[in-house]
């Protein structure tokens, strides 16, 4: 109830500060007639004076004395009369007003009870808040972000922002957050399983050479990490190891524990590729000429992804195999070499490299 007295009080204040300022009657000006006066006289000296040196005749002083005093007439006529306005001019204005700005007051008061609710008490933020929870979860986002941006080494907030951008389909903001969050606060399996699989989803499905690598990562710190897995199935599927992505898959599935949420995909995913023929099958239904362009579209996919960066050593002797077996001599030496260069410092690799060469007749590549 206080409030509504502090509002009117304020709202009559309003009102008379500009009511008193219109309603008061502009002050009556009335001339001096002494000026005009002391001036006709100084004339009417003038003109007997003239008289006197006989300047001018006396019909001629006499009408100017005429004129004189009609000018001093008329003077005094025009300035006896006030210069303020009239009273009911005043009364008409002074109506105006009150009703003008009594008006606006209560329009306002008739709007708000009929579309306000002025029957239902204030309710708290908290309250609020609660009662709209995606308003709560923007605010928090917001204040996340806010933070980083003058935080930007918090290797622990982009930590949470990053699954938040993930789950929104922000894809390219959750892979550059996973990487804020390994940069700064360290790297974990899970940090580089969920920059996997927001690298993957940034490529529409597709398993990079940059995604490969963050697998590998995630499962050198934890082999049993079940989305580093799942991916790593999805890109044996895509390299054409479908029999592979199975067994994978079907382990990934003997491994999770009762009521995993990741089993249902992974059981809908296995499903469907063992009801997918294989790609080697595939390729032996087609005729001669289009399993050809078939096997070359393969050979050249795998070559574009592994262009990118990264690649393992089984894919590395998969693309020289195949670029040797096409008659692509110079192609599977120029794979030789890259690859010896990004594997180089696995010794392992590098002799099975040198056995392969052996192998497919490239001892050039050595040179």
Excluded at 192 to 198: R, V, Y
Excluded at 254 to 278: C, H, M, N, T
Aim: proline content about 5%; some cysteine; aromatic content about 4%.
């Amino acid at each position: 109830m206080l409030i509504w007295i502090i509002f009117a009080a304020m709202t009559g204040a309003a009102v008379l500060a500009v009511l008193w300022p219109l309603g008061r009657r502009a002050p009556a000006l009335f001339a001096d007639a002494a000026g005009a006066t002391a001036l006709y006289r100084a004339q009417v000296a003038e003109i007997d004076r003239d008289l006197g040196r006989k300047l001018i005749g006396a019909a001629e002083a006499e009408a100017a004395k005429a004129e004189a005093a009609r000018r001093l007439l008329r003077t005094t006529a025009e300035e006896s009369e006030p210069a303020g306005e009239s009273e009911p001019s005043l009364r008409r204005r002074r109506a105006a007003s009150a009703i003008a700005l009594s008006c606006v007051p209560l329009l306002a008061l008739l709007i708000y009870g009929a579309y306000g609710s002025p029957t239902i008490p204030d309710q708290p933020l908290a309250a609020r808040m609660k009662a709209n929870p995606a308003q709560d979860f923007e605010m928090a986002l917001a204040r996340i972000e806010a933070h980083l941006a003058a935080n930007p080494t918090d290797g622990k907030g982009w930590s949470v922002l990053a699954p938040v951008y993930l789950r929104q389909g922000r894809f390219d903001d959750a892979a550059k957050a996973f990487a804020n969050a390994i940069r700064y606060d360290g790297a974990t399996a899970d940090r580089q399983a969920g920059q996997a699989e927001a690298q993957v989803l940034a490529a529409g499905g597709v398993v990079t050479a940059a995604a490969r690598e963050s697998l590998a990562a995630a499962l050198a710190l934890e082999p049993a990490n079940p989305r580093a897995r799942f991916f790593m199935a999805i890109a044996q599927e895509q390299d054409g190891l479908v029999p592979a992505a199975i067994a994978a898959l079907k382990a990934l599935l003997a491994d999770a524990p009762a009521g995993a949420p990741w089993a249902g995909p992974v059981r809908s995913r296995l499903e469907r590729l063992e009801g997918k023929p294989s790609t080697a099958e595939t390729i032996a239904s087609l005729p001669e000429a289009d399993r050809t362009t078939a096997i070359r579209g393969m050979v050249d996919s795998l070559a574009a992804r592994l262009a990118e960066g990264g690649g393992s050593l089984a894919e590395w002797s998969r693309l020289i195999r195949s670029q040797a077996v096409l008659g692509e001599r110079e192609a599977a030496l120029k794979s030789l070499a890259t690859a010896r260069e990004r594997l180089g410092t696995d010794p392992s690799a590098v002799a099975a490299l040198d056995g392969l060469r052996n192998e497919l007749g490239l001892q050039e590549a050595a040179r």
